[in-house]
C-alpha cells in the first residue's frame, strides 16, 4: 500500500474539511485499511511510505514499513508500486497485491478474494466507483505486468494485460471500490454505514455541524412554508377581502 505523506493529504476535500480534519480522515481510513489487510489472511503488508508518522502507524498495525531510497520512487502512486513489485518479486513472492490507503470500507473478505483471483497468465482487477480507477490490484507472479494509476486507469489495464497475452479478471468490490478524495465520496462514506474508525470520524463531525432535529411540537417541527395569519377585527380592510393565498 503506497502512501506519500499525512500532512498534504486529501486536497480535493479543502472546501469541506480543515487541515486537520483531513489529516484525521487520511490517519483513520489508513488505519481501517490497515486492518483489513491485517486480517485478510496475507502473509506480509508492507506500506511503502518515506513519512515518519506513517510508518510507525504502519508498524503499529503490524505491518512493514518500506522506505524507498529516493523521493522519485515515492512520488507517485505508480512508482511506489512499482518499486514494492520490485521488492516483491526479489523476496519471492507467489502474489503481489495493491490497494490505496483511502478505501475504509475494504473488508478482509475482499481482499482475500482479490489476491485468490490471481493466477498465472490471469491478473485480478477490482476498479473504483466510478469504473474509471483502478483500486485493486492481484498480480501471479509480482511481475507479471507494470502498473500505471490514476483516472482513467482501469480500462488501460485490461489492455495493457491483453497486450501481454494475459487474461485479466475483474472483481467488483464495493468496499474497496469507494476510495475517499471529493466531497462527494466522503457523503458515500456516511450513507454507507460502514463500522470503522472513519466512519465514526465522520459521523461526529456531521454530528457537530448539523444541528439536532427540533423535538415534536417545536416551532421549528412545523411547516416551513407560509400559513394564514389570524383575521384582522372587523371593519379593518382586510376583513373585506374574499380570500387570501400567500402568493399575493
Given at each position: 500500500m503506497p502512501v506519500k505523506d499525512l500532512a498534504?493529504?486529501?486536497q480535493r476535500l479543502v472546501p469541506t474539511l480543515a487541515p486537520d480534519e483531513r489529516r484525521a480522515l487520511a490517519r483513520a481510513m489508513l488505519g481501517d485499511v490497515l486492518a483489513a489487510l491485517g486480517a485478510a489472511g496475507?502473509?506480509?503488508?508492507?506500506?511503502?511510505?518515506?513519512d515518519a508518522e506513517v510508518a510507525a502507524l504502519a508498524a503499529a498495525r503490524g505491518a512493514e514499513p518500506l522506505a524507498p531510497p529516493t523521493p522519485a520512487e515515492n512520488g507517485t502512486h505508480t512508482a511506489a508500486v512499482a518499486f514494492a513489485q520490485a521488492e516483491a518479486g526479489r523476496r519471492g513472492a507467489r502474489v503481489f497485491l495493491t490497494v490505496p490507503g483511502d478505501v475504509p470500507c475494504v473488508t478482509a473478505a475482499e481482499l482475500a478474494?482479490?489476491?485468490?483471483?490471481?493466477?498465472?497468465?490471469?491478473p485480478a482487477f477490482?476498479?473504483?466507483?466510478?469504473?474509471l480507477g483502478t483500486n485493486g490490484v492481484a498480480l501471479a507472479p509480482p511481475g507479471a505486468m507494470p502498473l500505471t494509476f490514476g483516472e482513467p486507469s482501469f480500462d488501460g489495464h485490461l489492455a495493457a494485460a491483453r497486450a501481454r497475452g494475459l487474461e485479466p479478471r475483474v472483481l467488483a468490490l464495493p468496499g474497496l471500490a469507494l476510495d475517499v478524495d471529493t466531497p462527494e465520496d466522503l457523503a458515500a462514506l456516511r450513507a454507507a454505514g460502514a463500522r470503522t474508525e472513519s466512519a465514526r470520524l465522520v459521523a461526529?463531525?456531521?454530528?457537530?455541524?448539523?444541528p439536532p432535529a427540533p423535538p415534536a411540537g417545536h416551532p421549528r417541527?412545523?411547516?416551513a412554508s407560509p400559513t394564514e395569519p389570524p383575521a384582522p377585527p372587523a371593519g379593518h380592510p382586510r376583513s373585506e377581502a374574499a380570500s387570501w393565498s400567500p402568493l399575493q
Open positions: 498534504a493529504a486529501k496475507l502473509d506480509r503488508v508492507w506500506v511503502v511510505t518515506r478474494a482479490l489476491a485468490a483471483a490471481a493466477r498465472p497468465g490471469a477490482a476498479p473504483s466507483r466510478s469504473g461526529g463531525w456531521r454530528a457537530r455541524t448539523e417541527s412545523e411547516a
